[in-house]
């Protein structure tokens, strides 16, 4: 007797996918994350990366992850409410508490975690969450799960943020504001300012998401509450230590009592286990990199100018761009992904990025530059660009 397959829906689904141009294979990269590394075995440019500073590969890093495994292991055991608490974990949550200035910090597994667990845990069904329609999926997915009433104000418009707290200061329940730091598919950074203001004058919460700020804004890569000078207002940063930090995890930074009420209530705290040895140990050995040599976010920062001045020469449009992520806007899904294709054929690789991660007739290819790039390899980079664009007629000729 033959059954049907209750999954068939999901090959019709795939099969649209292929349809539309919007199918992708995962690219296999063979090589460390470089400026210039190897994937489906060909050398490329790498310009896909969030690893900002080039640490991913850190000697350095490498070293305490090697020293952290020998010492302690390769897992951490069980979820840090029970035995998976270690003194090292402790060490870099202090570590970052002041580094950010904040009374403490709670280390989350992923970014993504340590979104979807605060706003879940910090807010229920009688609240409201004022948030940036262009906030990223995990703080998306916190807001869902929290079932809080969530009102989208247009990006980056305080005002209009405002507005929505105006209409509801005489209903009950608590208010979050939250907004990405930068935004990270276009780049563009919050108006943090105007938002504080907001949320003080309403007695809202303030959170935002450094995840693309954390390492690349503010002194030393404070974010961008230092680099706004709003050290204090904000009652919830959180961070991540996946992209210019290198390695993996999420934080949020606040006061001590908020960093205790998560410990006690946010779920992927609770129920999934912490960060092996080497990830916590490798994170500690990046913040002495960020105090220590500063110069690698001035290299970040002069390559990302260099990088956009060549893209403006060539007549690319780069979207609202304020940082090193950099997307060449093209229009179509399909017109992206093709685009990234042909460049990675001729040697440069970069996302792809349509509907639904961005708008439709949004896509884009998103090119991120770091401190270990050097001006040779950006060269390269926009005369590939520039030359595959050109014959793809998203440059005229
Ligand atoms: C990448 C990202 C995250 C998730 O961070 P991970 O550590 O990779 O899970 C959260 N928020 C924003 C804005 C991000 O870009």
Known sequence: MSHSNPLAYLSAQIEEMRAAGTYYRLRELESACEPVCRAD???????ASNNY??????????????????????????????????????????R???????????????????NAGTVSAILGP???????????????????????????FRHRDAAHAAEILDGLKDQGGRKLLITDGVFSMDGDIGPLPALVEAAEKYGAIMMVDDAH???????NGRGTVDHFGMHGRVQVQVGTLSKAIGVLGGYVCGSRDLIEYLYHRARPFLFSTSHPPAVTAACMAAFDILEQEPERIQRLWDNTRYYKEALRAHGFYTGASETPITPIMVGEAATAHRFSAELFEQGLWATGIGFPTVPRGKARVRTIVTAAH?????????????????????LSA
Do not use: W, Y
């Not at 075995?41 to 310009?47: A, D, M, Q």
């Not at 002041?98 to 910090?105: P, V, Y």
């Not at 700020?213 to 002194?219: P, T």
């Open 213 to 219: 700020a954390s390492g690349v804004l503010g002194r």
């Open 126 to 152: 009688d609240d409201h969450i004022i948030s940036d329609e262009l906030n990223h999926a995990s703080i998306i997915d916190g807001c869902r799960l929290s079932k809080a009433k969530i009102h989208v």
């Open 374 to 394: 050097t001006r040779e390899q950006l060269d390269r980079a926009v005369e590939i660009l520039a030359r595959v664009a050109r014959r793809m007629g998203i």
């Open 53 to 94: 500073l080039g640490l991913a590969n850190h000697p350095k890093l490498k070293e305490a992850a090697i020293r952290a495994v020998q010492q302690f292991g390769a897992g951490a055991g069980a979820v840090r409410t029970i035995t998976g608490t270690m003194a090292i974990h402790m060490e870099l949550e202090r």
């Open 96 to 114: 970052i508490a002041a580094f950010k200035n904040t009374e403490a910090c709670v280390v989350f597994q992923s970014g993504f975690a340590a």
């Open 41 to 47: 075995g060909r050398e490329v440019i790498n310009l």
